[in-house]
């Protein structure tokens, strides 16, 4: 009997031996594989649309390297895309709810850039008025770079002027907000609400200070009131970067504010205005009544004084 329980327990424990030294571990179950990463596409700056929303006299558009032809209202505008105002006339750029450029007469304004976070513009020659309405989510923002020269003003809220003369003397009167003005060799000031700010050519923007309530205007008016021709040169001085209109017309100034302009007048009385306009919407006026006479005197001749000089009596 002890052989026979010794016999069972050997043969019952060759099963339970097997399993557990002489069979093969499981091959183990490969991990899982993890779900693939999805990676969002870098969406490309986002266009925005700038229309030609209002404009008054005469307007033109260039589209890229194109001819000059007539602006119409809401015309889309694209960077490349070049715009002009003529004498006594203005026009309105609005840049969807981003920002909104006035355009006063005179002016030329190139479009450089336009995407959801930078509006980029060149200011040819002229004056430009920029409104930027800032973001509370977003950061956007406005550049505009006098052409000819190093002076660029750039703002993310706020309302400012930049005139341009087009041979490199910028001025920035700031109405709202900062602006930052950098000129030669990247130096920059902050124009704050209320100041302005003048770059010179190949100079530093000049420390801002407060807008004036005048414009400086000296005129050097002829001394004869009374001419014998039907033109008049007209000179005179106000501030560097201020605008001046002659008659009408606009007339370049220089460096100096300096500018002079032949005025054609009709027979008899004219008037010649002069009006001189700043950053900060100030203006100064000046004019002179001018009268033309380019008939000949008359001259009276008594008629014995013919007969003297044919040699007769008179009858």
């Known amino acids: 009997m002890p052989f026979l329980v010794g016999l069972v327990l050997i043969l019952a424990a060759l099963p339970v031996g097997w399993f557990v030294f002489l069979r093969e571990p499981p091959v183990p179950t490969p991990p899982s594989t993890p779900p693939p990463v999805v990676v969002a596409p870098v969406e490309p700056a986002k266009a925005v649309e700038l229309v030609l929303s209002d404009f008054d006299g005469t307007v033109d558009v260039r589209h890229g390297d ?40 005179g002016t030329e304004v190139s479009v450089a850039a336009l995407t959801d976070s930078l509006s980029r513009f060149f200011l040819n ?19 505009l770079k006098a052409k000819g020269g190093d002076a660029e003003a750039s703002t993310t809220g706020g309302t400012f002027t930049m005139t341009n003369n087009g041979a490199g003397t910028v001025s920035v009167g700031t109405r709202a907000g900062d602006v930052k003005l ?100 100030v203006r100064q006026e000046d004019q002179r009544d001018v009268l033309v006479d380019t008939k000949a005197p008359r001259m009276q001749v008594k008629t014995e004084d013919l007969w003297k000089r044919a040699g007769d009596a008179p009858p």
């Not at 020659?125 to 550049?143: D, I, L, P, Q, S």
């Open 182 to 281: 950098t000129g030669k060799e990247g130096k920059f000031v902050i124009v704050r609400a209320g100041q302005r700010s003048t770059i010179l050519p190949g100079q530093a923007p000049s420390e801002p200070a407060a807008i004036p309530s005048t414009v400086f205007l000296k005129m050097a008016w002829p001394d004869d009131k009374a001419l014998r021709k039907r033109t008049v040169t007209v000179t005179g001085d106000t501030d560097p970067g201020s605008r001046v209109v002659v008659d009408g017309v606009l007339v370049p100034t220089d460096k100096d504010g300096h500018f002079e302009r032949e005025v054609a007048l009709k027979e008899g009385r004219n008037t010649v205005k002069v009006v001189a306009r700043g950053v900060g919407g």
């Open 66 to 105: 194109g001819a000059w032809g007539p602006a119409t209202r809401n015309m889309p505008l694209r960077p490349t895309d070049v715009v002009r105002t003529g004498d006594n006339s203005f026009a309105v750029l609005v840049n969807g709810d981003l920002a909104e450029v006035r355009l006063e007469d």
């Open 125 to 143: 020659n002229g004056e430009a008025t920029a409104t930027v309405r800032g973001r509370a989510n977003k950061r956007h923002t406005f550049e």
